[in-house]
């Protein structure tokens, strides 16, 4: 929130640019707005009461319901352990068959991907009103660089002082899984290489890594949160808001 308040790269779009997009998204206002209304007025322990699905075959269709499907799956563990092995034992190499097959797909989807990437921004440019959303967007990149930068040695931080591991080390045995995240802009299709990383190159025992990197990529979103926050006050910039820290803070 200080960085992007401090550079204010919503700035940087013309009062022209910001009269065309006003018009271009005024449709999905009202839409928007009910949406953020109905989240105000949630109670506090809503996000427990959304957590558990009403119907899993739906929250498996459903990006935003990932959690769902993650507490179900626990569930579903729990109720795997308390039954003899020789029950479970089929259901288990069921879901052992069932991931590799999902991994491999993943690979599938991976190969043209770069393709898939280049089209949305081809896309994007040719719908552009201006040169100056450009200019926005960049300020914008750069605030979010900048976030992860000071993110990325946070981290090192951590690993450096919990874990007694050194950065160097850490960083070349990641890398891989990190370049396919910034290539693809997907925690799930980076999770196979981020399991294999750190497996094989971490140390981390295989029990461990299953467990925690899957709950990670939907829970863990760090970089989520940075690029939402910047987001948000990069849009009521380019529509004229003077917004504070402390504003956003409450304060």
Do not use: C, H, W
Request: hydrophobic share 50%.
């Amino acid at each position: 929130l200080i960085m992007v308040n401090t550079v204010k790269p919503g700035n940087s779009i013309s009062e022209e640019t910001r009269q065309e997009l006003v018009v271009t998204y005024q449709s999905n206002a009202a839409e928007k707005q009910a949406i953020a209304r109905k989240q105000k007025e949630a109670g506090p322990l809503q996000p427990l009461v959304d957590l558990v699905p009403d119907n899993i075959f739906k929250a498996t269709t459903d990006n935003g319901n990932m959690l769902q499907v993650i507490f179900f799956a626990l569930f579903f563990g729990i109720g795997l352990i308390l039954i003899p092995q020789e029950n479970s034992k089929p259901v288990k190499e069921f879901f052992d068959a069932f991931n590799e097959v999902i991994l491999k797909l993943i690979d599938l989807i991976m190969m043209v991907a770069p393709y898939g990437v280049f089209a949305l921004l081809a896309a994007l440019v040719v719908e552009s009103p201006s040169l100056d959303l450009f200019r926005a967007l960049g300020m914008y990149a750069l605030t979010l660089l900048t976030g992860l930068f000071l993110m990325v040695l946070f981290y090192l931080l951590l690993v450096r002082v919990f874990v007694k591991f050194k950065p160097k080390k850490f960083i070349e045995g990641i890398a891989p899984a990190q370049l396919l995240a910034f290539s693809t802009s997907s925690s799930a299709a980076t999770l196979p290489v981020t399991m294999e990383r750190v497996e094989e190159y971490l140390g981390v025992d295989e029990e461990v890594a299953s467990f925690v990197l899957p709950i990670g990529a939907t829970i863990n979103m760090d970089g989520t949160s940075l690029y939402q926050a910047v987001a948000a006050v990069f849009i009521a910039q380019a529509f004229g808001m003077d917004l504070s820290v402390g504003s956003q803070l409450g304060i």
